[in-house]
């Protein structure tokens, strides 16, 4: 036997119901004072770590890009597998002319750079 409304095959819709609380912060939060004092690239922590060796922040930017933009760029061969500096090698070995500043940076950068950016995420 079918019902006689509808009514219960629907969801049915609550009135009026718990309303959420709104918080009320002050302007010059915790969360606030956090972000203001890192809003400088060449003072963050952990640039101005990276700076306390030598370089400043915007040269490790610049060769992340650079060692970034060379693992994207599928002339010199598949990244997935292989060190940044082999990819470097083998693209030398077969003729296609990697660029010589990726190899600068490689051979004076840490064992954090040269793994490929894709390294991890496929």
Same mark, same amino acid.
């Given at each position: 036997?079918?019902? %006689?409304?509808?009514?219960? /095959? #629907?969801?049915?819709?609550?009135?009026?119901?718990? *309303?959420?609380? !709104?918080?009320?912060? &002050?302007? !010059?939060?915790?969360?606030? *004072?956090?972000?203001?004092? /890192?809003?400088? +690239?060449?003072? &963050?922590? %952990?640039? =101005? *770590?990276? *700076?306390?060796? =030598?370089?400043?922040?915007?040269?490790?930017? /610049?060769?992340?890009?650079?060692?970034?933009?060379?693992?994207?760029?599928?002339? #010199?061969?598949?990244?997935?597998?292989? &060190?940044?500096?082999?990819?470097?090698?083998?693209?030398? @070995?077969?003729?296609?002319? +990697? +660029? =010589?500043?990726?190899?600068?940076?490689?051979?004076?950068? &840490?064992? @954090? @750079?040269?793994?490929?950016?894709?390294? =991890?995420?496929?």
């Amino acid at each position: 036997m079918a019902s %006689v409304g509808m009514g219960g /095959f #629907y969801r049915q819709k609550k009135r009026g119901g718990i *309303a959420k609380p !709104t918080l009320k912060r &002050s302007s !010059t939060g915790k969360s606030a *004072a956090i972000a203001l004092s /890192f809003t400088d +690239p060449d003072q &963050s922590p %952990v640039l =101005g *770590a990276i *700076a306390e060796h =030598g370089k400043t922040a915007s040269a490790v930017a /610049f060769e992340e890009e650079r060692l970034r933009q060379f693992d994207l760029d599928m002339r #010199y061969g598949p990244c997935l597998g292989l &060190s940044r500096m082999e990819r470097w090698d083998r693209a030398a @070995a077969m003729g296609l002319n +990697p +660029p =010589g500043d990726v190899e600068a940076i490689l051979l004076k950068s &840490s064992a @954090a @750079a040269a793994d490929c950016h894709w390294e =991890g995420r496929i």
